[in-house]
């Protein structure tokens, strides 16, 4: 029997090594493994799964009670199911969870040049607060 934490790492880093090395430039992490069992061990992940292949997966916490803002770490969709509106619903479920554990906030960073991602943040209702270095952060009222 294959332990739950070992077959979801070993699915996430399939999909994500698909991303980086896509020649894009738009993913970038320097050690994948220890991003990943990071993600696992710290962060709540909700996956679309289809005949045992990984759809998609959006990693967010909800850890930070003091100040009741969670935060979107990664959303990554299989190339092959754009356009399916799995992000949109990963988000909106992720979203919908913070609300139901009593944040009021939620905040997401993305890559200044993935304007597919800066575009998915508006439409979902997230506002620009600013930027740090690279990346753009965005923020949404709950």
Known sequence: MIEQGSYLKSKIYDLMNLMINDESGLFEVGDLDGYIDKLIEKACIITIMAQDALQGFLAYYANDYENKVGFISMLIIDPSTKRMGYGRRL??????????????????????DNIKAVNICKRLGFTYVGCNNIYIVFEKQL
Do not use: I, P, W, Y
């Open 91 to 112: 988000v909106e479920f992720a979203l919908k969870d913070l609300t139901m554990k009593g944040f009021e906030k939620c905040r997401t960073e993305v890559n200044a």
